[in-house]
C-alpha cells in the first residue's frame, strides 16, 4: 500500500473516531487532521490525531458520544459534552430503571413538568396543536410539587371520587365491557378461566335486568345477585361463585367501598383531565386493578371517541403493574398491559414506567419502549437484563453500566439515533 493511501485510509477512520470522541468542533484535531490529507511524506500528524483520541478516552465513558439527533422537544438531560437530549410526544413507551433514590421519580417530574407546559398560549394561540393530558399513579405524595407548575391537576386519593367499574364507556355496549372488566378481575385478583366465565354470564344477566332502570349496576349490585344465586353446595359453580364473592366482599368493604358505591362515576369526566393518581394506600391487587381499570377505560373511550388529546401516563412504581408472572399464567392469556402498550399508540396514549427491578417487569415494555433509561443498579441480573434489553455488547461499555455516577443513566433510542449513550440529568429543584 502507498503512503498516499495508507494516509487517506488513516485520515477516513480518523475522522470517523474523532466524530465518536465528540472532537469534530476540535481546532487543534481538524487541523492535524487536515495536513495529514495534505502533507505528502509523513503520517506524524496522524498517529498524533490517534493518541489525542486514545487520551480523550480516558476522560469520558466508553460510549460513543451521540449527534444532535437525540435532542427533542421534551427534554430531560444532557450528553456527556452538555448537548440536550429530549423526547418528541409521539414517541411512544418509556422505561426508566434504576435502584431506589437515582432519580426515576425525578426525571419524571421533569418530563411531566414540561408536559404540562405544553398546552400553553402564546398570544392567544396554542404554541403546539396537540394537546397533552398527564395522568400520574405514583405511590408517594412527592409529586404533587407539579401542582406549583399548574394547578389544574386533579389529586386522587380515593376519598372522594366515584367510581363505578361496571359502568362502560359511553358509546361501548355493556356486554361488550362485560368481557374487559371480567379480564380485569381476574387477573388484578389472580382467578382462574371457571371464575371469568361464571363472571361474565353473571354480568350480562345483570345488565339485562338494569337496562330498564336506566342505570348501570354498581359492585355492590353484583355483590348482592351473586350472593343471591343458589347452586348445589359441592357443584363447581358454587366455587366459582365462592372466589367471585370472596374478592368482591374485600373490595366494596374495604377503603374502596365509598369510591365503587355509586352507578355512574366521575370517570368520564377524568379523560380531560390532569390527575395524579395516589395508590399508595391500595393493597397491591386493588393497585393493579385500578391502574388496569383506569388505563383500559381511556384505551376505550379513545377508541371510540375523537377527543383530540394525547395522554401521558407515568407509572411511578411499574413493578406490580408490569410483574412477570402475569405472563407466566397461560390461562389468563396476554396481560391487559401488554395489549394496552402495543395498541395504545394508536390512541396517543404514552405509557412512562419507572422500576427498580428490570429483570421482574415482563417483556411487553421492554419490547415496545421507544426510549429506555438505566441508572445505577445494584443487582447484577437488573444490569445484565437491561444491557441484553438496549443491545449493550462492548465489554467496556458493559463494565461502565455497574460504575454510573448519581444522576447518569446510559440511555437507548429506538429510532433516531440507534447507539446507547451516556445522559446526565441535570441538578433540578422541582
Ligand atoms: N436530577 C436531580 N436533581 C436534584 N436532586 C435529585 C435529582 N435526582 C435525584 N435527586 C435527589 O435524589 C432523591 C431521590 O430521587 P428520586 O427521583 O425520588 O429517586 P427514585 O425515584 O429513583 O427513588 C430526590 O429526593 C432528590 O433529592
Ligand atoms: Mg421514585
Known sequence: MNNYFKRTIGAINSLSALKKAGLLNNPWAVCRL??????????????????????????????????????????????????PIGIFPEECHHLICGQTGTGKSTVLKILFSQALRFNRFQNGHPI?????????????????????????ILVVNFNMIKLNPLEPPPGMRPIEWASIFADLWIQAFRLYEGSKGFLIECLNKLYVKYSSLGYYPSLFDLYNYVTALKFP???????????????????????????????????????????????????????????????????????IHETGLRHFVGIDDANLIFDIAFEKRPDLGLPIIHHLLTTVRKNKINIFACTQTPHQVGASIHSNSF??????????????????????????QKAYCYKLKPREAVVKFSARYQEPFIAIVPEVKL
Open 34 to 83: 487536515r495536513s495529514a490529507l495534505l502533507k505528502k511524506d509523513s503520517l506524524e500528524d496522524l498517529q498524533k490525531l490517534q493518541s489525542a483520541i486514545e487520551v480523550s478516552k480516558m476522560f469520558r465513558s466508553p460510549f460513543d458520544i451521540p449527534d444532535n439527533s437525540v435532542d427533542g422537544l421534551i427534554k430531560f438531560a444532557l450528553t456527556e459534552q452538555g448537548m
Open 371 to 396: 426510549a429506555k433509561l438505566m441508572f445505577s443498579l445494584s443487582h447484577g441480573k437488573d444490569i445484565e437484563c437491561m444491557q441484553q434489553s438496549m443491545g449493550i455488547k462492548n465489554l467496556e
Open 128 to 152: 403546539n396543536t396537540e394537546k397533552l393530558r398527564c395522568w400520574l399513579f405514583v405511590k408517594a405524595q412527592d409529586m404533587r410539587t407539579l401542582l406549583n407548575i399548574d394547578r389544574n
Open 233 to 303: 353446595v359441592i357443584s363447581r359453580t358454587a366455587r366459582y361463585q365462592e372466589s367471585v364473592l370472596n374478592r368482591l366482599g374485600g373490595l366494596i368493604h374495604g377503603s374502596l367501598g365509598s369510591v365503587f358505591d355509586c352507578s355512574k362515576g366521575h370517570i368520564s369526566s377524568l379523560i380531560n383531565l390532569h390527575a395524579i393518581f395516589e395508590i399508595i394506600y391500595l393493597a397491591a391487587e386493588q393497585q393493579v386493578f385500578m391502574v388496569n381499570y383506569l388505563l383500559s377505560y381511556l384505551f376505550n373511550y379513545k377508541l
